[in-house]
């Protein structure tokens, strides 16, 4: 694709640096992580007026758990009150829930919201995917057994089984607070996509930042493997 016509339909984020935006201050990261859950609601609010289909976030990751108890605890409240609080907002504006990762695995009432939140946003025609108790590795691994079960595991049969089969391709990958990594996330979805890093704290990321990322990801020149 030419410069300048690149359009990402399919856009995730590793929303990184709570912790330590909370750290800054001298407050508690449950503040941080508060803060965090604000900084989503403006950027899903602000999809509108994108040329984002699906926005991707990496909420929970399946290498979490081993968080103290009590900022688990915190994680997992602010879910319940998240879903609750902004699921009217999500029908509102025609946003589709999807769900990445063992999230089944999670406590019953979380899992009861979700499957309610899905349920009702299902005619949604832009897309909301939250990783949720999520690492790529097993989500590759699980979708490899199953194509296995099927016959032959190709690329194509594990991608029919992937977390992310509903989705459209991942085009941008962005990562906060300054880490250079993927930490377990969308391995096999990163394979063509673009990745951008910036040193803004997750609950400093505001919705400009994602249009000069858009605007940045536009004047890429995607080849895919070729010249």
């Given at each position: 694709?030419?410069?300048?016509?690149?359009?990402?339909?399919?856009?995730?984020?590793?929303?990184?640096?709570n912790g330590r935006w909370a750290k800054k201050r001298h407050l508690p990261r449950a503040v941080g992580h508060q803060r965090g859950v604000e900084a989503v609601r403006k950027?899903?609010?602000?999809?509108?007026?994108?040329?984002?289909?699906?926005?991707?976030?990496?909420?929970?990751?399946?290498?979490?758990?081993?968080?103290?108890?009590?900022?688990?605890?915190?994680?997992?409240?602010?879910?319940?009150?998240?879903?609750?609080?902004?699921?009217?907002?999500?029908?509102?504006?025609?946003?589709k829930l999807h769900i990445l990762g063992d999230w089944r695995g999670l406590a019953p009432d979380i899992v009861q919201l979700l499957n309610e939140a899905l349920d009702s946003t299902s005619n949604g025609r832009r897309t909301l995917a939250v990783a949720l108790n999520y690492g790529s590795q097993q989500e590759i691994a699980r979708a490899a057994a199953l194509a296995a079960k099927e016959g032959a595991i190709t690329p194509d049969a594990i991608e029919r089984h992937l977390d992310t089969a509903p989705l459209p391709p991942l085009d941008l990958l962005i990562r906060t607070s300054g880490e250079v990594r993927l930490s377990n996330f969308?391995?096999?979805?990163?394979?063509?996509?673009?990745?951008?890093?910036?040193?803004?704290?997750?609950?400093?990321?505001?919705?400009?930042?994602?249009?000069?990322?858009?605007?940045?990801?536009?004047?890429?020149?995607?080849?895919?493997?070729?010249r």
């Open positions: 694709m030419a410069d300048g016509d690149a359009v990402a339909r399919h856009v995730a984020i590793i929303m990184d640096g950027l899903v609010r602000s999809l509108k007026d994108t040329s984002i289909e699906c926005l991707t976030l990496y909420a929970f990751s399946s290498e979490n758990w081993k968080r103290p108890e009590d900022e688990v605890d915190d994680l997992m409240n602010m879910m319940r009150k998240f879903i609750k609080s902004d699921l009217p907002e999500f029908i509102a504006n025609d946003v969308l391995l096999w979805q990163c394979a063509y996509a673009e990745m951008m890093f910036t040193d803004v704290l997750w609950p400093d990321f505001t919705p400009e930042h994602l249009s000069q990322a858009l605007d940045e990801f536009a004047r890429r020149e995607r080849r895919y493997g070729g």
